[in-house]
């Protein structure tokens, strides 16, 4: 398989990208919840240490994935069933991509107000000042942008399950 995106289906780095972000996400949301209920200890430090470093790891992910797909011209689209089915499938992606940003950036800057220093993993960065009014407004943007994200992946699944089993198009060989 190549590692190029081709006319029917998505390439080996494509796929990597869509399926890596995928595990991550699926720990990292239950991971983030179970974080907030936590006593502070060891544990809760520990835990949101992995959180924080998981969701550096999607913030590059993403960020490559895009560079990639801007050279890397996307499979062609499946054969439309409704007027509007390709631009709402459009719009799903953006959003995901969207979100993903607004998630990881939202928790950056909650720590970075908070006057911590974070490991960006090729560097470590923390600002001059802290700024606990934005650091809580940043936080309530990472709760909300992790519900939009909770509806949207469930969007998208549900499309995923309508074209395979009722417009029976086979939409999952392209990303499979
Ligand atoms: C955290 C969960 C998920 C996220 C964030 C996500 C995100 C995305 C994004 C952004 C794309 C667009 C790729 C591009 O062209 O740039 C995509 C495509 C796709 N995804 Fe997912 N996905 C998730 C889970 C799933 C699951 C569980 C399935 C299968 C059941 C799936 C099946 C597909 C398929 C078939 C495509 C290709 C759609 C097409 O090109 O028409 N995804 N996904
Ligand atoms: C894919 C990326 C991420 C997802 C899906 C995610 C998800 C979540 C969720 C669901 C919560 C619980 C929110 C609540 O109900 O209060 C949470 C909490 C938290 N997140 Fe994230 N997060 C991600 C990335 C990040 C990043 C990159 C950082 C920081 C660099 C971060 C820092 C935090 C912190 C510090 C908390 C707990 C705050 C507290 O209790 O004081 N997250 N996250």
Redesign the pocket.
């Known amino acids: 398989m190549s590692i190029f995106n081709n006319h029917n289906e998505y390439g080996l780095l494509a796929k990597l990208f869509?399926w890596v972000?995928?595990i991550i996400?699926?720990a990292q949301v239950p991971l983030g919840f179970y974080l907030v209920g936590l006593e502070f200890s060891d544990e809760r430090i520990e835990l949101e240490n992995i959180h924080i470093l998981a969701g550096i790891t999607v913030f590059y992910i993403t960020l490559f994935r895009l560079i990639w797909?801007f050279f890397n011209s996307?499979?062609s689209k499946?054969r439309s069933f409704f007027k509007g089915q390709v631009f709402i499938?459009k719009a799903n992606?953006f959003l995901?991509?969207l979100c993903?940003f607004t998630i990881t950036i939202s928790g950056i800057l909650k720590k970075l107000y908070m006057g911590e220093t974070l490991n960006f993993i090729f560097l470590k960065y923390g600002f001059e000042k802290d700024n606990f009014v934005l650091a809580d407004a940043y936080y309530e943007v990472h709760i909300y942008s992790n519900y939009l994200l909770l509806m949207l992946?469930a969007l998208?699944?549900l499309a995923?399950i309508v074209h395979h089993f009722i417009f029976k198009d086979k939409?999952?060989n392209?990303?499979t």
Request: proline share 5%.
């Open positions: 869509h972000t995928f996400l699926i797909k996307s499979p499946t499938g992606h995901l991509y993903i992946v998208h699944i995923v939409i999952l392209k990303i």
